[in-house]
């Protein structure tokens, strides 16, 4: 708003003020146009989820997918923004974060996919950004998307406890890192709400933590869509709440694993 002396107007509105992202683009290293192009898969509409696709719409991404097969239930309300009382029990997390986000910018395409994971085309994105509760899931998205060379980032929280792991093309993937615990883990399909509940192991969760792990994970892909690998996580950062540490870990790739024997045993005009 401009200010208005006796003698006239002092202060004026710049072109700069009139550019919804002028101040993104002084950031040297981001590319706006590429930021705006990405086609971006965001996986869990929960509260990493609705995290992550609130940063995405402001950072400028257009093109966003939200896939979750579970409803609204009240214990997401103080994790969620996109969610409402009157949402409970009546509508998908994945339409009402797409309707919801839809309206902070009217350029963005939000999608809801209110389905499995398992049903979802991954060939349609450049970026996939996991927001899962289980890590059954992580796998076949860690999968699925290592498969066709998309960079993956998967957040996860624990109470004040979170991480983010950077999968990129070629290098360690979430699969590489596994133990026996986390095998064990994976065999049970569990969710912390929701009606396609089959275990539930009401997790500690809190909004500040989830609003770390979210940043973290769409500052890296900004990095991605920017063209900007070389500034990425490697490959994964423990984050604690509780005494305000964190701390990053170099993966590497398990010769055994899966994923890697998969890839690299198949030609790239068969994919
Ligand atoms: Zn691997």
Not at 26 to 31: F, L, M, P, S
Not at 91 to 116: G, H
Not at 253 to 271: K, Y
């Amino acid at each position: 708003m401009n200010r208005v002396s006796r003698e006239g107007p002092v202060l004026r509105v710049g072109r700069s003020d009139s550019d919804r992202y002028d101040r993104m683009r002084r950031v040297e290293w981001i590319d706006m146009d590429a930021v705006h192009s990405a086609r971006i898969l965001v996986a869990g509409a929960g509260a990493l989820g609705n995290e992550v696709v609130k940063n995405l719409i402001l950072a400028g991404f257009r093109m966003i997918d939200v896939a979750d097969m579970d409803d609204i239930v009240v214990s997401n309300l103080s994790r969620c923004l996109f969610f409402r009382d009157r949402d409970v029990k009546k509508v998908m997390k994945s339409d009402v974060v797409a309707e919801r986000a839809s309206e902070m910018d009217p350029d963005a395409r939000i999608s809801s996919i209110p389905r499995r994971i398992q049903d979802i085309d991954y060939w349609n994105y450049d970026i996939a950004l996991g927001c899962l509760d289980n890590i059954a899931a992580r796998m076949h998205l860690n999968s699925h998307t290592y498969f066709r060379d998309i960079p993956y980032i998967d957040g996860a929280t624990d109470g004040f406890r979170g991480k983010v792991h950077v999968v990129l093309p070629g290098g360690p993937c979430l699969q590489c890192t596994m133990n026996r615990t986390h095998v064990r883990e994976a065999e049970k399909r569990f969710t912390c709400t929701g009606s396609s509940s089959v275990y539930v192991p009401r997790m500690a969760a809190d909004i500040t933590t989830t609003a770390v792990i979210a940043a973290m994970q769409v500052r890296e892909a900004l990095k991605i869509a920017s063209g900007r690998v070389d500034m990425c996580l490697k490959h994964i950062a423990y984050y604690n709440g509780e005494n305000c540490e964190m701390f990053t870990a170099e993966a590497s790739v398990d010769p055994e694993c899966v994923n890697h024997l998969l890839r690299e045993g198949t030609q790239w005009g068969s994919r």
